[in-house]
């Protein structure tokens, strides 16, 4: 396969939305998990493993998210993508 100029930049900035797709779904995941905990009456306490577990899992998600600083920062790193990178 025949990779076209701009082909490589393409795919690239298209994983934006993949990242903003995962993130999402990771969230909602995350939520879910609480909202289960919560309805079985188990609370889901800062500093317990669960806890930290929650914490962490959340922090992952959130990075992955491309509109995490904003529409500028999401401009900015677009603009940083080249056919090369």
Do not use: N, Y
């Not at 990242?19 to 779904?25: P, T, W």
């Not at 998210?65 to 790193?77: E, K, S, T, V, Y």
Request: net charge negative; with cysteine.
């Amino acid at each position: 396969m025949i990779v076209g100029e701009g082909d490589h930049e393409w795919r690239r900035r298209s994983s934006f939305a993949r990242r903003d797709e995962c993130s999402a779904a990771l969230l909602a995941f995350i939520t879910e998990i609480e909202q289960r905990a919560a309805a079985d009456g188990e609370a889901i306490v800062p500093g317990t493993p669960e806890g930290d577990w929650i914490a962490w899992a959340k922090q992952r998600a959130e990075a992955l998210d491309p509109l995490r600083h904003g529409i500028g920062g999401l401009f900015d790193a677009l603009s940083k993508v080249t056919q090369w990178s």
